[in-house]
């Protein structure tokens, strides 16, 4: 199978540079009282635009486009070539967004069913329960017949379509928090279900 780009990369060199830049808010001063949370104004709060998207999402070491600083926008697509010359393409992304360009769905006996509105509205209410502790992801694909081929430059320049996708996953990520001494407050930019999570600190 040929491999355009996968979905699954070595994480290895980057959490070795995680690990020794270590990224994350760190206090000059221990706390008067240990345990009290600590407030940020909007202003302060602007001033870490643009400083830690890439770290967050990896942009680097996922070879991400540019679009990665939305990330409602990065959907990850990957294009896997098989022997008979047909394309899967596999998109990853935002469960909200990947859920829209479904139009069937893999059931429980591993056949494609036909994304009707009942069905849809389920998956929806599932991805709006799942944000309220986890960070949701879709994984959906389609097949392109006698589009594939052997020549690695034209697969470059290839658009991969976006649309009449199959929902094959949705999955729930729990981000644990990093062990340490100190307090912190998070950032996040994704949806309002997961900001209000983390505000409760659940």
Known sequence: MFVIKD??????????????????????????????????????????DGMYECILYTCCSTSCPSCCWNPQSYLGPAALLHPDSQVHVHWKGAAEIVLASCTGF????????????????????????????????????????GQG???????????????????????GIKDPCPGGNFNICAVVGNSADLLKTVWKGD
């Open 106 to 145: 893999i059931d429980t006996n591993n056949g494609i069913t036909a994304m009707d509105e009942d069905k849809a509205l389920f998956f929806k209410k599932a991805i709006k329960d799942g944000c309220k502790r986890l960070h949701c992801v879709a994984i959906a694909y389609r097949s392109s017949d």
């Open 149 to 171: 081929s052997n020549d690695e430059e034209q697969l470059d320049h290839w658009a991969l379509p976006e649309d009449d996708l199959i929902l094959h996953a949705i999955v």
């Open 7 to 48: 979905l699954v990369v070595d994480m290895t060199n980057f959490y070795n540079q995680y690990k020794s830049k270590e990224p994350w808010l760190k206090r000059k001063n221990p706390p008067t009282v240990p345990g009290k949370e600590i407030l940020q104004s909007k202003k302060d709060r602007a001033k870490l």
